[in-house]
Each structure stands twice: as structure tokens, then as C-alpha cells.
């Protein structure tokens, strides 16, 4: 099979989205019970950071999104059209999520009709057709979802919404210089951490230093991801700057537990044991690795090869499906297995990982194939489903 795309795509920042989309898998299916262990062993910081990287998943999704949808307007490519590309944008996102919404909403149903002890340790969420109108809108204000991961999706909303702004805004790629580029990253952190205290005391339903909300609020937390995003976007960096930018993330990354740890802001402490004045701090870090990442796959051949392999490419084209379905699929396998265990045991934990690991990329590949590729453009695994046919797609 033999694919021609003359389109500019990068595919093997396919491959980065399906690392993320995998991420976000491996923290929803164990980060929580392995975090659990090291701070019940009195090593709390290790399952702080465990949780954080397997969830910094979305931080690599965010500045990819810069990335890939301002790439060809920044750089004069393509003309940029409001109205179109508010529409291209609906096309693309809403139907799978409706889709998405529909199973989600029904497993929601399905596990509330047939109770167990599931729906009183783990399982809280209720079915309303108030709740099923309200999350149709995607943006969410109460921090009631039916797919927990869902949260993430408005905050990527938001930020479609302030493309245009961007777009008539931001410098040109000759004026983004290495000066520019640390102070409005610096500016960037501290706008936003006054931005998160501000909002918590003012519209603490919105968002909370205190309290964990999933909801639009948390936009504030991650403005630094999308604008390593932009500036990705708008000008080519070379393999230094790479290391560069990974060297400031890691640092970051660093400062944030050493901040947490002086337990300075003990009253900023949210139930998981991380303070929420710091989540910006980690996000920017995160946001600046995956941004020397993200250069270095465009510099260096080898790790660009293994990104461009096929398979990565057929996970990553699945990425949006996965992580719209996973979540509800892990919810039903709780259910139907908790109908055969007393309790959270290793039983509970081996099936329901079983389990729902593989039916979550099972329902993801349906989803892509009725449903997401309809609407996508430049896809080289679009007319294969199953991830070993991947490798019989021969590229011109």
C-alpha cells in the first residue's frame, strides 16, 4: 500500500502525540495506586513526581497543538480566515467528542443502574440529561465531568479561542530573539501565578489554590506550554537551543519540588498533597522540556527515524480517540469487575488492567475509524485499522 501526502505534515510529531496519548493512559491506569505506595512508604516526593511526568502528557499535547495548528499561519503559509478557522476547528474536535460524550454518558448510566461497592469508593458521578446538555458545550465550569479526562479538553478550547489574537499579535520570527524569548517566558510565569492567586480568592469556584476543580480555571496554569508552542510555531531552533530548553525545563521542574518541599505554602496544599501555587512552576517546566524535545526530533536524524516509524505514527493519528475514550472504558471495567471482587485487591487491579487497557485501544481504533478520520486531513494510517497493518504502508 503505497501513500502519497504532499501536504506539510510532520509525522513524526505524530509520534510524539501518541507518546503523550500513552502517558496519559499509564497515569489514569496506575500512577495514583504506584504514588500511593511510595507515600505510604514516607516518599511522598517520588509519587509527586511520578504523578506529575506520567501527566505531563498534556503538557507535551499542549505545545504540540501550538506547534502543528499555528505553524502555517505564523509562518505565512497558509492566510488566515476567522470564520474558516473556527469551523475547521469544529469539524475537527466536536464529532468525536459528541461521539465520545454518547458512550461516556451511557457507561455513566450503565454504573449507577448496577451498583457496587465501586460507586462508593471510586465511582461518584451521577447520570442527569441537565449534565449530558452542559458537557455538550465541552467548556466546564463545575468540575462535573462523565470522563474525568475530559478536563483538559477546555483548556485546549480556550486556546483555540486566542489563536486569532496570537496570529495579528505576535512578533516575527526575525524580531524572536534569545532575550526576547526569557522575558516573555519570565513574564509569561509570573503573569500567570498572580493570574492563579488573584482567581482563587476572587472566583475561588473557578479556580482554587485550595480545593481541586477540573474546570477552565486551570488555563492559568499552563499559558508557558502553549507559548513554547508559539514560538515553535513561528521560528526554527537549532539542536542547541534544544538542549537548551530541556537544561530550563529540568531546572524548573527542580524548583518546583524544592519549593514543595520547604512546605512553605503548607495552606496552599490540595487533597493529593501538591500545592497548587506550584503546578505552574512544574507546567512551565514540562512545557520547556517537551519544547527541547520537540526541536531536537526536527534536528536530530535518529531520534526523528524511530518517531517516523509507522507504528508511532498509526498511535499518534489515534491520540485525540484514545484520550477521549479511555477514561470511560477504565470506568466500566471498574464496574463489571468490582461485581466479582470484594475490594481493591491485586485480583481487582490485574483485571481491571487486563482488561481495560487493551478494550480502551480497542474502543479508541473504532472511534478513529467511524468517526475521527472523517475529518482529518493528512493522515498516512488512515486507511488501515489494525496497528500491524501500519507496517505495510510503504511512503513516496
Known amino acids: 500500500m503505497a501513500i502519497t501526502n504532499k501536504q506539510e505534515r510532520f509525522h513524526f510529531l505524530d509520534g510524539l502525540r501518541g507518546i503523550a496519548s500513552t502517558m496519559i493512559v499509564i497515569h489514569h491506569a496506575f500512577s495514583s495506586n504506584i504514588a500511593l505506595f511510595f507515600i505510604r512508604h514516607h516518599l511522598p516526593l517520588i509519587g509527586m513526581f511520578l504523578r506529575l511526568f506520567t501527566q505531563s502528557g498534556v503538557d507535551l499535547f499542549f505545545v504540540l497543538s501550538g506547534v502543528v495548528l499555528l505553524r502555517p499561519y505564523l509562518r505565512k503559509q497558509r492566510t488566515f480566515n476567522v470564520p474558516d478557522y473556527f469551523w475547521r476547528r469544529l469539524k475537527r474536535i466536536y464529532p468525536p467528542y459528541f461521539f465520545a460524550l454518547l458512550i461516556g ?56 479561542m486566542i489563536v486569532p489574537l496570537i496570529i495579528f499579535t505576535f512578533p516575527s520570527q526575525e524580531k524572536i530573539t534569545s532575550n526576547r524569548i526569557v522575558l516573555t517566558i519570565a513574564g509569561t510565569l509570573i503573569t500567570t501565578l498572580a493570574l492563579q492567586i488573584g482567581i482563587a480568592h476572587t472566583i475561588p469556584y473557578l479556580y482554587s489554590l485550595t480545593t481541586y476543580i477540573s ?17 515553535l510555531a513561528t521560528k526554527d531552533f537549532d539542536a542547541k537551543h534544544g538542549f537548551y530548553f530541556i537544561l530550563s525545563g529540568i531546572v524548573f521542574i527542580l524548583l518546583g519540588f524544592i519549593l514543595t518541599n520547604t512546605g512553605i505554602t503548607t495552606h496552599f496544599h490540595s487533597d493529593f498533597g501538591q500545592p ?3 503546578y505552574s512552576i512544574f507546567h512551565s517546566g514540562y512545557g520547556m522540556l517537551y519544547a527541547g524535545i520537540i526541536i531536537l526530533s526536527f534536528n536530530i536524524q535518529s531520534m526523528k527515524q524511530f518517531l517516523n516509524k509507522n507504528i508511532m505514527i498509526w498511535l499518534g493519528e489515534r491520540s485525540y480517540s484514545l484520550f477521549l475514550i479511555h477514561f470511560s472504558v477504565f470506568y466500566f471495567t471498574d464496574n463489571l469487575v468490582s461485581h466479582f471482587t470484594a475490594d481493591r485487591n491485586a485480583y481487582y487491579g490485574l483485571l481491571t488492567r487486563g482488561i481495560g487497557i487493551p478494550f480502551a485501544f480497542f474502543m479508541a481504533m473504532l472511534l478513529f475509524w467511524f468517526v475521527e478520520r472523517k475529518q482529518a486531513r493528512g493522515l498516512l494510517t488512515g486507511k488501515v485499522f489494525w496497528p500491524w497493518q501500519a507496517g505495510q504502508i510503504e511512503r513516496e
Open 215 to 231: 474546570t477552565i480555571g486551570r488555563f492559568v496554569e499552563y499559558p508557558v506550554c502553549f507559548l513554547m508552542g508559539v514560538f
Open 276 to 278: 497548587f501555587l506550584y
Open 105 to 160: 454518558a451511557a457507561i455513566v448510566y450503565f454504573n449507577n443502574t448496577f451498583p457496587t461497592w465501586y460507586n462508593v469508593r471510586g465511582f461518584h458521578m451521577g447520570f442527569t440529561w441537565l449534565e449530558m446538555f452542559k458537557e455538550a458545550f465541552i467548556i466546564n465550569f463545575d468540575g462535573n465531568f462523565f470522563n474525568l479526562a475530559w478536563w483538559s479538553l477546555g483548556i485546549e478550547i480556550l486556546f483555540y
